[in-house]
């Protein structure tokens, strides 16, 4: 009996070992940056059994079998479909400014679509005005509308944007609502999807959270974008969900949150619809790709008008091409760089780029809220202020709520926006959505917007930060080995 217990103890540490080692070749064998390799290996080798399964949960970007099968199989209507979109030249943008030229130029080399012109825009930054603005566009509209968000949150106004989509639904309007299934957890409890459903809205549940799934497909994948198409011609997309800050996480302790969205008409609509049909067929394999632009309603004229480029991330999507636009966007700022985002937990290459554009002397701010809903992404940020101060970068507090807008704008003509934040979730994991603007004027609107929220915020002093209490800096630190993780 002794012998037996002797070889199933050797049995037992020889397994136990064999996948630590199976873990850890699969970690170094997967192309990726080496602080979050390490980073990996370490939780790992420090809580084995944890590590591993938490790796298997987390550590690969698994969309799934089914959902993989899906976009490989729609890849070739969508070129086909892009092909026929591209012989409509007069709406693409033919010349870019200096300071957005490379940027164009990387977005259409890496998804095969350049900047669209002829569009029209307006920046939203009150909910009230958002959600009124939605409500009155969604009653107006004839044929078909494509809504996708993260969260949504029944309460205030976002109610009546539900009446009004049922409206809609009941007079024969195509009406197709995508939500995440962890972000609107508390609206797929509620009576709505019920009620919306019996009026004729097509109802889809993306990225389902189950335990019966989770060594199939990665859990923390998650559907970021907020996107509304109406009938193939007006769309809005930022950083706002489907809430009213009145009654969304009142008691987070941080105030209200603070978004901007963007009203769009014209030929932009269009390319949003493609990645809206893209994730619709991943999700349910129903194909539903857009019809080409009308060009009856152009609503400026072909010459001119707001150049826009759409990227699209995430799992199927061109790989790191937010990050690569970002790290392009950086390096061509020449007088000044405003960034706003509610969680800074920036790639190495991303926090180089941003304190070598301070460093050759360019202007640069980050904004980012005092008080931040995730502790864990609050903590790990501040351990990269006191490079960025060091470096030159001017670094807001804003004390005005939680400042929920993700923004980047160089020199006040190239202006990023959309709903990716600068941590490694949004960069490298979630399917996100940004547009890029070439236009002075909007540039000027969002400057004003951005110093604002500068008005409403308290700048870091290099000398007070560096003074912190030394507690602090260790758990400063301590969040900052999980970073590459958040």
């Given at each position: 009996?002794?012998?037996?217990?002797?070889?199933?103890?050797?049995?037992?540490?020889?397994?136990?070992?064999?996948?630590?080692?199976?873990?850890?070749?699969?970690?170094?064998?997967?192309?990726?940056?080496?602080?979050?390799?390490?980073?990996?290996?370490?939780?790992?080798?420090?809580?084995?059994?944890?590590?591993?399964?938490?790796?298997?949960?987390?550590?690969?970007?698994?969309?799934?079998?089914?959902?993989?099968?899906?976009?490989?199989?729609?890849?070739?209507?969508?070129?086909?479909?892009?092909?026929?979109?591209?012989?409509?030249?007069?709406?693409?943008?033919?010349?870019?400014?200096?300071?957005?030229?490379?940027?164009?130029?990387?977005?259409?080399?890496?998804?095969?679509?350049?900047?669209?012109?002829?569009?029209?825009?307006?920046?939203?930054?009150?909910?009230?005005?958002?959600?009124?603005?939605?409500?009155h566009d969604i009653s107006l509209a004839q044929n078909n509308i494509e809504i996708v968000f993260y969260i949504w949150k029944i309460g205030g106004l976002v109610d009546k944007v539900a009446e009004a989509l049922m409206a809609a639904a009941r007079r024969g309007v195509h009406c197709r609502l995508m939500l995440d299934s962890a972000g609107s957890m508390n609206f797929f409890r509620s009576s709505y999807p019920t009620l919306m459903r019996a009026a004729g809205v097509n109802i889809v549940e993306a990225l389902h959270v189950s335990l019966l799934r989770v060594f199939l497909r990665r859990m923390d994948l998650r559907q970021h974008r907020k996107m509304v198409l109406i009938d193939n011609y007006l769309a809005y997309t930022g950083s706002m969900n489907m809430v009213d800050p009145r009654f969304f996480k009142q008691d987070a302790g941080v105030g209200q949150w603070i978004d901007i969205i963007a009203r769009m008409e014209g030929p932009v609509a269009t390319a949003m619809g493609i990645i809206f049909s893209f994730d619709w067929e991943i999700e349910t394999g129903e194909r539903i790709l857009p019809p080409p632009p009308n060009m009856n309603l152009m609503p400026f004229e072909h010459t001119s008008g707001h150049a826009i480029q759409v990227i699209s991330s995430g799992p199927c999507f061109p790989e790191g091409v937010i990050h690569q636009a970002l790290l392009t966007s950086i390096y061509a700022a020449r007088k000044q760089l405003i960034i706003t985002t509610p969680y800074l937990v920036p790639s190495d290459d991303l926090l180089h780029a941003i304190c070598t554009a301070a460093q050759r002397g360019v202007e640069v701010h980050i904004i980012i809220p005092r008080h931040n809903d995730s502790i864990f992404v609050g903590w790990a940020s501040r351990a990269f202020f006191a490079e960025l101060l060091e470096a030159g970068v001017l670094i807001h507090q804003f004390y005005g709520g939680l400042l929920h807008s993700k923004s980047v704008l160089v020199d006040e003509q190239l202006s990023l926006l959309g709903t990716v934040n600068l941590d490694m979730r949004s960069?490298?994991?979630?399917?996100?959505?940004?547009?890029?603007?070439?236009?002075?004027?909007?540039g000027n609107n969002l400057a004003r917007i951005q110093k604002e929220y500068i008005a409403r915020s308290q700048l870091?002093?290099?000398?007070?930060?560096?003074?912190?209490?030394?507690?602090?800096?260790?758990?400063?630190?301590?969040?900052?080995?999980?970073?590459?993780?958040?």
């Amino acid at each position: 009996m002794t012998i037996l217990y002797t070889v199933i103890n050797w049995l037992f540490l020889f397994g136990y070992w064999l996948l630590i080692a199976g873990v850890t070749l699969r970690v170094m064998m997967k192309r990726r940056a080496v602080p979050s390799a390490m980073a990996w290996l370490l939780v790992i080798y420090i809580f084995p059994l944890v590590g591993i399964i938490t790796y298997l949960l987390f550590g690969e970007l698994n969309l799934g079998k089914c959902r993989i099968e899906r976009s490989k199989a729609l890849w070739l209507s969508v070129s086909k479909w892009i092909e026929n979109f591209k012989s409509y030249r007069c709406i693409f943008a033919s010349e870019n400014s200096e300071v957005a030229r490379a940027l164009f130029q990387l977005c259409e080399h890496r998804q095969v679509i350049g900047g669209l012109k002829g569009n029209q825009m307006q920046l939203l930054t009150s909910s009230d005005d958002a959600l009124r603005a939605l409500v009155h566009d969604i009653s107006l509209a004839q044929n078909n509308i494509e809504i996708v968000f993260y969260i949504w949150k029944i309460g205030g106004l976002v109610d009546k944007v539900a009446e009004a989509l049922m409206a809609a639904a009941r007079r024969g309007v195509h009406c197709r609502l995508m939500l995440d299934s962890a972000g609107s957890m508390n609206f797929f409890r509620s009576s709505y999807p019920t009620l919306m459903r019996a009026a004729g809205v097509n109802i889809v549940e993306a990225l389902h959270v189950s335990l019966l799934r989770v060594f199939l497909r990665r859990m923390d994948l998650r559907q970021h974008r907020k996107m509304v198409l109406i009938d193939n011609y007006l769309a809005y997309t930022g950083s706002m969900n489907m809430v009213d800050p009145r009654f969304f996480k009142q008691d987070a302790g941080v105030g209200q949150w603070i978004d901007i969205i963007a009203r769009m008409e014209g030929p932009v609509a269009t390319a949003m619809g493609i990645i809206f049909s893209f994730d619709w067929e991943i999700e349910t394999g129903e194909r539903i790709l857009p019809p080409p632009p009308n060009m009856n309603l152009m609503p400026f004229e072909h010459t001119s008008g707001h150049a826009i480029q759409v990227i699209s991330s995430g799992p199927c999507f061109p790989e790191g091409v937010i990050h690569q636009a970002l790290l392009t966007s950086i390096y061509a700022a020449r007088k000044q760089l405003i960034i706003t985002t509610p969680y800074l937990v920036p790639s190495d290459d991303l926090l180089h780029a941003i304190c070598t554009a301070a460093q050759r002397g360019v202007e640069v701010h980050i904004i980012i809220p005092r008080h931040n809903d995730s502790i864990f992404v609050g903590w790990a940020s501040r351990a990269f202020f006191a490079e960025l101060l060091e470096a030159g970068v001017l670094i807001h507090q804003f004390y005005g709520g939680l400042l929920h807008s993700k923004s980047v704008l160089v020199d006040e003509q190239l202006s990023l926006l959309g709903t990716v934040n600068l941590d490694m979730r949004s960069l490298w994991l979630n399917f996100e959505i940004t547009l890029v603007i070439d236009d002075n004027d909007f540039g000027n609107n969002l400057a004003r917007i951005q110093k604002e929220y500068i008005a409403r915020s308290q700048l870091i002093e290099p000398q007070a930060w560096s003074k912190r209490p030394y507690w602090q800096r260790i758990i400063e630190h301590l969040f900052y080995f999980f970073s590459p993780l958040l």
